[in-house]
């Protein structure tokens, strides 16, 4: 889950974030990113005849839409893609008001015997994917899930690890990873702020970027 | 009577010039120039700019002896009101059993007169029981020890016109008066806060006003086709302030009261659902709040009777509709007009005497209270402080409840002593405990 | 969301739309085979009923347990309960037992405020109708299912008429509706007897009407009240008869709605008094709809309430922490 970098975020971390911020994938090395994971997932899928897609909202469902485009060029077949809110089984409840839902959109198909692959912007702790675990289980019984995403930063808390990497990006925890979609934000771009130790959002990492 | 003489340094007889008082003997023995007095062996009170007034005497008080001692007894009901500046209260009638005998009346009485804090004055009821059916025996209370002049039903309307009637010709025998309590029941069956915008919004229940103008009107008409004296008890809303102004006009015999709390508090205070605003009649409304002060200051309105209400915890701790109805007044009652009526304007201290104390008694026919501060006249009188501020606290009143609407709340003036008779039953703010003369 | 959903004036258009939207994705829980979500493991929900309601009973028991909330209900039947000390005693048992929520429906309007503000408890309280007072979730999930009809499931009702028929005085959802239609942009006509309209109405947020016909035939929703036959006793109005035949929500009147217009009914039905059964049966009647929606809107509103970080005092206002 990446830091929300939207144009209606406000704060002084993110506008102090913008002066010392470094690209890291632009659109054209994202757009290669997707398509090789597109055909990785296909070359494993043996066919790709029950795959189902599911984007971790908000920037996952984007890309899981992308690459179940690509997936439809390669193959000639439309993959049905939905998108997992997983906000309800989240393990940090507590620590903030109750946060507004996602929306989670299963397909028709569903996910029983399905081979599900999860597609969320960053994966930092894993405990995001924890919670889509859980509550894939209470929707239905996969034959296998997997998981793709576009950065793994590391530093991960949980025995959780993806099927498919766009990049690897090792990071500390100061630095924040910021995910920029087209339909979302305007761009395609993967940006990489702070470094410092007197980071105001010492917080914010652990209640946001933490559960990517 | 008392032991002790008294010289009240430079009081402010009714606000006005400051002066030196002697009571002694239980009278007001000198009157002299500040700082002129003297005498051996008297105690000296400082009243530099304090006010003196007749001692206050409150037309509406609810004792609740016998029978809800639980809420307030005879004697803690009397130290608060002395800790008011009360020299004397009426207590009313709807006590348990009801002060509807001679017997009932003469131990309500005596029970005042040990406790020896203020005069108790009983009130007897008006129909057995508070029935609203057959006049109780008003010619035997009035020959008692008690000598009652001043009859009510108070806490339900003597709602049949033929009773009413009745009871009003009936008093003329012995210069009685009835004091009436105006609510039309049938349009106020389970009522619950004023009618309006607001008890739409709440939910609650209303007690519109023309339930108490048109008792009122009744009454005032009857009292001028019978030619009897008629007290009508805490007027509530501007309409019934109306009547009133009128039949006065015409030369009927009516007075009429109005509590504290109608004086300062208003139907805004209900949207907390706190039951410590529930009250008979109800708070109403700004503009019902302006007519009550204005009649006060014309006359119209003659006296403030606090209308004395102690409810225990369980029966204010609790959801509205199952709360009872009625605030605690005595204590705070001087510090309440003094922020309606004297801050504002509408009434000086001369006023105040006269709506709190003069009048009082000569409704109530009581004598002995109510008098010019001259000398030879009783020393009934009570000391306050106009600059200093006092915050009520609902746990440090005398009453044995705590039902204030005040609690927190902050009011100009400070009662700073009272005394009975020459003697005194509050120094420096606080109630002295009585020695039994 | 504040600490307590007292009134629906608690609610302003955004926590009002936060509801919704969150019950609408909530509503989708039906649709899968564990039909429970672990978000309020933990928790306890105590019911507390002081006056008869199975149906809203149930519904909060459903919506508490859907979220893995412990629930405990408490029922007391009002009238051989003593005054005051039940109320006080009660709460302060429940507090004892850690009630994190208490959903209460009470006699007497002003009983949750009470609850809230009285320091008894120190958890969120529900109000599950109070007296003649309010009624917010039953404003909240009638909202929802217009809105569904409507408004194609999502925004707000913006220009949508909506016409509230009945015993408006007596109403606790009258009085939420208003308040929250008003909020979320609609239009609202309240018609009834003058007997049955209050004092200071016209200050409410509505229009008003003594004549039902003439407030059919640009209506989006019409919701009917329940009257009891019992009123007429008190004077209110001179039979059940005349009442229906004045008031009621017949075939012929119901043929005068739009044809998307939506029939609604807070339930329990008084068929043939204020609604007859034909029009309660009909295709266009929403009636049975409002009671499912009914969970999805009460797990909504306890999920805001308790699914996150302990709200702060009361009277705090918090947005939800909204994150990409």
Redesign the interface.
């Known amino acids: 889950m990446s830091v929300a970098q939207t144009p209606d975020d406000t704060g002084a971390a993110s506008s102090s974030a913008l002066h010392d911020t470094r690209t890291v994938l632009d659109g054209a090395e994202i757009a290669r990113a997707l398509t090789r994971v597109a055909h990785e997932i296909v070359e494993r899928a043996k066919g790709a005849d029950n795959l189902v897609l599911l984007g971790i909202p908000t920037r996952g469902v984007f890309l899981a839409r992308r690459v179940a485009e690509r997936i439809r060029d390669i193959e000639g077949r439309d993959i049905p893609v939905g998108s997992l809110d997983v906000t309800m089984y989240r393990d940090d409840l507590r620590r903030a008001p109750a946060r507004a839902l996602l929306p989670t959109d299963i397909p028709t198909s569903g996910i029983d015997d399905k081979v599900v692959v999860l597609v969320d912007d960053v994966l930092y702790s894993g405990r995001t994917i924890r919670a889509a675990l859980d509550a894939m289980n209470d929707i239905g019984r996969p034959r296998a899930v997997q998981l793709a995403v576009l950065v793994d930063r590391g530093h991960r808390e949980l025995p959780i690890r993806a099927d498919y990497v766009g990049k690897n990006i090792p990071t500390s925890h100061s630095e924040k990873v910021h995910v920029l979609v087209t339909e979302h934000d305007g761009q395609d771009a993967v940006l990489i702020s702070g470094g410092t130790t007197t980071e105001s959002s010492a917080t914010q990492d652990t209640t946001t970027e933490a559960h990517a | 009577m008392s032991e002790t003489t008294y010289i009240i340094r430079s009081a402010k007889i009714l606000g006005g010039e400051a002066a030196d008082l002697v009571l002694r003997d239980g009278i007001i023995a000198e009157i002299t120039a500040a700082g002129a007095a003297s005498y051996d062996g008297a105690v000296e009170v400082d009243a530099v700019g304090l006010v003196a007034l007749p001692g206050l005497v409150d037309l509406h008080t609810h004792l609740r002896e016998p029978g809800r001692e639980d809420a307030e007894t005879v004697e803690t009901g009397t130290r608060a009101a002395a800790a008011g500046g009360f020299t004397a209260v009426f207590a009313m009638a709807n006590t348990d059993p009801v002060a509807d005998t001679a017997g009932t009346v003469e131990q309500v009485w005596r029970l005042g007169h040990e406790a020896g804090y203020a005069d108790v004055q009983p009130v007897g009821a008006v129909t057995m029981g508070l029935d609203g059916q057959q006049l109780a025996e008003l010619g035997a209370m009035a020959t008692s020890a008690a000598q009652v002049r001043v009859f009510s039903d108070d806490g339900k309307c003597v709602h049949d016109a033929v009773i009413m009637r009745r009871a009003l010709e009936y008093v003329k025998a012995f210069d009685g008066v009835i004091a009436q309590h105006a609510q039309e029941p049938r349009l106020t069956e389970d009522a619950?806060m004023n009618?309006?915008?607001?008890?739409?919004?709440?939910?609650?229940?209303?007690w519109?006003a023309v339930a108490e103008e048109a008792i009122i009107a009744r009454d005032v008409l009857l009292a001028e086709h019978v030619g009897s004296r008629l007290h009508v008890c805490h007027v509530s809303t501007a309409g019934s302030v109306e009547i009133v102004r009128t039949a006065k006009a015409r030369g009927v015999d009516v007075t009429a009261e109005v509590t504290p709390h109608h004086l300062l508090l208003t139907e805004d205070l209900v949207s907390?659902?706190?039951p410590v605003f529930k009250v008979n009649p109800p708070l109403r409304s700004r503009a019902d709040v302006e007519a009550l002060r204005a009649g006060l200051a014309d006359g119209t309105i003659d006296i403030v009777a606090t209308d004395h209400a102690p409810h225990p915890v369980?029966?204010k701790?609790?959801?509205?509709?199952?709360?009872a109805m009625g605030m605690l007044g005595l204590e705070t009652a001087l510090g309440v007009v003094a922020e309606a009526m004297v801050a504002t304007g509408l009434l000086d201290w001369a006023g105040v005497a006269d709506r709190m104390s003069v009048r009082p008694a000569r409704i109530g026919r009581l004598e002995g209270h109510g008098r010019p501060i001259a000398v030879g006249e009783p020393a009934n009188l009570v000391l306050l402080d106009p600059a200093r501020q006092r915050t009520v606290s609902a746990s440090a009143l005398q009453s044995r409840s705590h039902n204030t609407p005040y609690a927190g709340r902050t009011l100009p003036v400070t009662v700073v002593a009272t005394f009975l008779r020459g003697r005194a039953t509050v120094l420096d703010g606080a109630v002295v405990s009585a020695v039994h003369a | 969301m504040k600490r307590h959903l007292l009134s629906a004036a608690d609610l302003d258009r955004d926590d009002a739309l936060l509801v919704l939207d969150t019950a609408a994705e909530l509503a989708s829980l039906t649709d899968r085979a564990v039909k429970k979500l672990p978000t309020l493991r933990g928790r306890t929900v105590v019911n507390l009923f002081f006056e008869d309601s199975t149906r809203t009973r149930i519904s909060f028991e459903a919506a508490a347990k859907r979220l893995s909330a412990d629930v405990i209900n408490f029922s007391a039947k009002g009238s051989s309960v003593s005054k005051g000390e039940s109320l006080k005693d009660t709460a302060l048992t429940l507090e004892a037992m850690g009630a994190d929520a208490v959903v209460i429906r009470h006699g007497s309007s002003g009983a949750p405020h009470r609850l809230a503000h009285s320091g008894w408890i120190g958890g969120s309280v529900v109000n599950a109708g109070d007296g003649t007072h309010e009624h917010p979730t039953q404003a909240l999930l009638d909202a929802f299912t217009m809105r569904r009809h409507l408004a194609g499931g999502s925004g707000d009702l913006e220009g949508r008429r909506v016409t509230i028929v009945g015993d408006v005085l007596h109403s606790r959802v009258a009085r939420s509706n208003v308040l929250l239609l008003a909020t979320l942009g609609a239009e609202v006509t309240l018609v009834a007897p003058p007997t049955l309209l209050p004092v200071g109405v016209e200050t409410w947020p509505c229009a008003t009407s003594y004549d039902l016909d003439s407030n059919l035939s640009k209506a989006d929703a019409v919701m009917m009240l329940r009257v009891q036959r019992e009123r007429m006793n008190a004077a209110f109005f001179p039979s059940a008869r005349e009442y229906s035949r004045r008031y009621g929500l017949d075939a012929r009147r119901m043929a005068q709605l739009p044809d998307h217009a939506i029939v609604m009914h807070p339930g329990p039905m008084n068929r043939g008094m204020e609604i007859a059964a034909e029009v309660a049966d009909a295709p266009r009647s929403v009636i049975v709809e409002q009671v499912s929606n009914g969970v999805s809107v009460r797990m909504a509103v306890l999920y805001l309430l308790l699914g996150g970080a302990q709200l702060g005092a009361p009277g705090d206002s918090l947005d939800p922490a909204v994150e990409a």
């Open positions: 619950q009618e309006g915008a607001l008890s739409g919004i709440l939910g609650l229940r209303g519109p907390s659902y706190d369980e029966d701790d609790c959801e509205w509709s199952a709360a």
